[in-house]
């Protein structure tokens, strides 16, 4: 993964530290800016400082190494792993959610592509039926993968690809179906409604514990990405967060603030545009990458 944009702050102020001597007040309030700009919450970069000076100060500590490992100690529990499994002999549906730009289709694509390769058999769903050219998009990635794509017209029922996906899946015993979904927040009250039912349809259509939802999120978006959790969330529930964008451009903290916040964990993380540039999440070479080390 490529070093986050805020690794290179948190690492100066650490030297600028090193070379002082000392941890001063100072260094703890320049620390809380500095973790606000990382897209970590105020709230939580306060307390963080607050726990990092109480410990610091308890043990004795005084080398800029030992600091910066007791900040990746506080901060690691809230970097939540999440496994995705598939039951091979089952019907299992991954709903993909999130606003649109965020790079759903395209990260619904990964996922398909990274089971298919693992040996599963696996479906794509058009279900954003409403974005202009969204079903034409996913159908492109699945000629170039040499995935079959489910789709109806432009404007249908997005329940009923859901539907008819599943029975596809279930006809000619493949595992995974991963749907794509819209994402309209500007017209909220219309896009919960339409979640909740493809939400009810495809708890219905998957076997027993085979039905995820997956939220992604621009990693680049900071604190937005925050209420865009809180609204999927609130509005259909969601089982772990996709980063995307994860590149050198990511700041990188909006990951431990929806865990903080919501107890949303995370399963992918993003860093380019290719099929394979995708991975399971790592919470301990995550949080080395934020803080630099």
């Not at 017209?187 to 027993?208: C, G, H, P, Y």
């Not at 099929?275 to 919470?283: G, Q, V």
Request: aromatic fraction near 8%; hydrophobic fraction near 40%; charge should be negative.
């Amino acid at each position: 993964m490529a070093k986050f944009s805020f690794a290179k702050k948190i690492k100066s102020l650490f030297s600028a530290f090193s070379k002082s001597g000392a941890v001063s007040d100072e260094f703890y309030e320049e620390l809380t800016d500095a973790l606000i700009e990382g897209d970590i919450g105020a709230r939580a970069a306060m307390e963080l400082s607050d726990e990092l000076k109480k410990l610091c100060k308890e043990k004795k500590i005084k080398e800029e190494e030992k600091v910066r490992e007791e900040l990746f100690s506080l901060l690691l529990p809230f970097a939540k792993p999440y496994e995705f499994s598939v039951n091979e002999d089952k019907v299992n549906i991954v709903l993909m959610l999130g606003v649109n730009g965020v790079g759903k289709t395209t990260t619904a694509a990964k996922i398909a592509r990274l089971y298919r390769d693992s040996g599963h058999g696996v479906l794509l769903a058009a279900a954003d039926t409403f974005r202009a050219a969204a079903e034409e998009q996913l159908e492109m990635h699945g000629e170039r993968l040499g995935i079959r794509v489910i789709a109806h017209q432009h404007g249908g029922d997005p329940s009923a690809v859901i539907f008819d996906a599943a029975d596809a899946a279930r006809a000619n015993k493949i595992s995974l179906v991963v749907a794509d979904t819209a994402g309209r927040l500007h017209n909220k009250e219309n896009l919960v409604r339409e979640l909740q039912k493809i939400d009810r349809t495809a708890q219905r259509k998957a076997d027993e514990d085979c039905y995820k939802k997956l939220l992604v999120i621009d990693a680049t978006t900071g604190q937005n990405a925050l209420r865009q959790a809180e609204v999927f969330s609130q509005s259909v529930g969601v089982d772990a967060l996709v980063l995307s964008k994860c590149d050198s451009t990511a700041k990188g903290g909006i990951a431990f603030t929806i865990a903080r916040e919501l107890s949303i964990p995370v399963a992918f993380v993003c860093t380019g545009e290719g099929y394979d540039d995708i991975r399971p999440f790592d919470s301990v070479s995550y949080t080395r990458d934020f803080l630099g080390i």
